[in-house]
């Protein structure tokens, strides 16, 4: 079956979503006070969230921030962290890097990458149980999206609204309403989580804000149904992807349309934001992706290869590298520089129906209509291992935050947690009615969310008795 085809069949299926919590979490947030020092270089905060630490320091006349994210799976990789690690030579290696980080912040610095290697520390060997079960829409849901905390989520549906849940309690926050026709894509404006967009097959996108649930804004402009939205990184950006063959950028602030994105000769159907904000990618049934300059609308690259419908489209985590899949069998590695092809990850017997890197953009996961998934290696592009068990087609996978795990969800009604490196299925998470085409880890990695073909329902499953705060 075609990725049009299951695309379809899967919009129209009756949609059942399962949140799953983690009794351990392996992140959380540590906010440092200022002390008395410099204004150039006093830390406002210091904040690790899920392995990244963003250092924010202010300017001198305090009009701007620079801000250093320290990405602690990079600070692993890059140098040489483990369990035995000698912190201070660590921290003298990562002030050597990291200008702003100064003299006089050593010792908060040490600190919390003590804190990180205690978290490595802990067993990722959690289990997984029902916790709640909640009635949503009044038709079948389309959708599912975390926060990035993973407090609230969303659900889109048949019914013309979109829902806001309190993830811990199962209350029913929002009705987001005010949509014609079905609501088909949603998103939050993570990191930040305070507002919402919907994207409908009235062809229009609207923005909401999260906490009160009243729309700010409806974008109109698109002749067709919209499929896909992203929000950019610094969330002053939404945009839409359409059947129509376009893609629009819309200003949030001022409810406007900024550029369209014109060339594609077939549905728009996957659109990512790089790391920046500054570059945009569009893929298409036309069996291409293109980059965009994402301020002037311009057409960078246009990347051609695949001989099928496009089914995947990111960046890695900096921006380096492009990641696409296809339904050809294959997944392609491109320069986003220069737009060449670097590497064709060949293997599957089926169709390819998603894609992703993990975290850091050292590995690279896919999931095929033959009932497997593979991890390769970003750098020597092989293959590391092969992810045997399911019974069916995996429409669905993503890496945790930290790498060392995956998650798939497939049509033989589980999804399953894996170890990445020997390949090993370490929990089937059953209790699913239909087959599950949407699941992912919230940023902490400590919440996952899927989404299955069965009508009304949501399943919340949990093990989170307490979180391991800093």
């Known amino acids: 079956m075609g990725w049009r085809t299951r695309r379809h069949k899967a919009s129209l299926a009756l949609l059942q979503c399962v949140i799953v919590d983690r009794s351990a979490v392996i992140a959380g947030t540590c906010t440092v006070h200022p002390t008395s020092g410099d204004s150039n270089s006093d830390l406002r905060a210091c904040v690790v969230r899920a392995f990244t630490y963003q250092v924010i320091s202010p300017a001198q006349n305090n009009v701007f921030l620079h801000v250093v994210s320290i990405d602690a799976n990079l600070t692993c990789e890059c140098f040489g962290m483990n369990f035995s690690t000698d912190v201070n030579n660590l921290v003298e290696e990562i002030q050597k890097v990291e200008p702003l980080i100064t003299v006089s912040r050593t010792q908060q610095i040490r ?23 909640l009635r949503a829409h009044i038709l079948p849901l389309t959708n599912v ?11 889109g549906s048949y019914d013309r609204t979109c829902k806001v849940w309190d993830t811990a309690s199962g209350e029913e926050l929002h009705t987001l309403e005010g949509h014609r026709n079905v609501v088909y894509a949603i998103a939050f404006n993570n990191p930040y989580g305070d507002k919402i967009a919907t994207g409908s097959f ?16 409806t974008f109109r402009g698109h002749t067709a149904e919209i499929v896909c939205l992203s929000f950019n990184p610094q969330s002053t950006l939404v945009a839409t992807g359409s059947m129509d063959t376009t893609a629009k950028l819309w200003d949030i602030r001022i409810g406007e349309e900024v550029v369209t994105l014109t060339g594609h000769l077939a549905e728009i159907i996957s659109l990512s934001f790089d790391t920046s904000g500054d570059r945009i990618i ?5 069996h291409t992706v293109v980059v965009w300059d994402a301020s002037t609308g311009r057409k960078v690259h246009t990347l051609i290869g695949h001989c099928a419908e496009i089914s995947s489209a990111l960046f890695n985590w900096d921006s380096s590298l492009i990641l696409t899949g296809s339904m050809d069998k294959t997944c392609m590695l491109w320069d986003a520089t220069s737009g060449k092809c670097v590497a064709t990850l060949k ?27 593979r991890v390769y ?6 293959c590391m291992t092969k992810l045997e068990g399911h019974e069916g087609e995996i429409s669905k996978i993503s890496f945790n935050p930290q790498g060392n795990r995956l998650l798939t969800g497939s049509s033989d009604k589980t999804a399953r ?54």
Request: aromatic share 10%; with cysteine; glycine share 8%.
């Open 417 to 470: 947690i894996w170890d990445v490196q020997t390949g090993q299925c370490l929990q089937v998470l059953e209790g699913h009615t239909d087959e599950i085409f949407s699941c992912a880890f919230n940023y902490k990695g400590n919440i996952v969310i899927t989404g299955m073909g069965e009508i009304h329902t949501i399943l919340l499953v949990s093990i989170l008795n307490h979180l391991l705060d800093f």
């Open 202 to 217: 009235d062809k229009t996108c609207k923005l909401w804000s999260a906490e009160s649930g009243k729309c700010y804004h």
């Open 377 to 382: 290696n970003a750098t020597t592009r092989q």
């Open 347 to 373: 293997g599957h017997d089926d169709e390819i129906l998603d894609s992703c890197f993990d975290y850091t953009g050292k590995l690279i996961a896919t999931a095929s209509a033959d009932g497997t998934a």
């Open 111 to 133: 600190l919390l990458v003590q804190r990180l290697q205690e978290k490595l520390r802990q067993h990722c060997d959690h289990s997984f149980y029902l916790f709640k079960v």
């Open 145 to 155: 999206a975390l926060n990035k905390a993973g407090s609230c989520f969303i659900t």
């Open 282 to 286: 569009t893929g298409s049934f036309d």
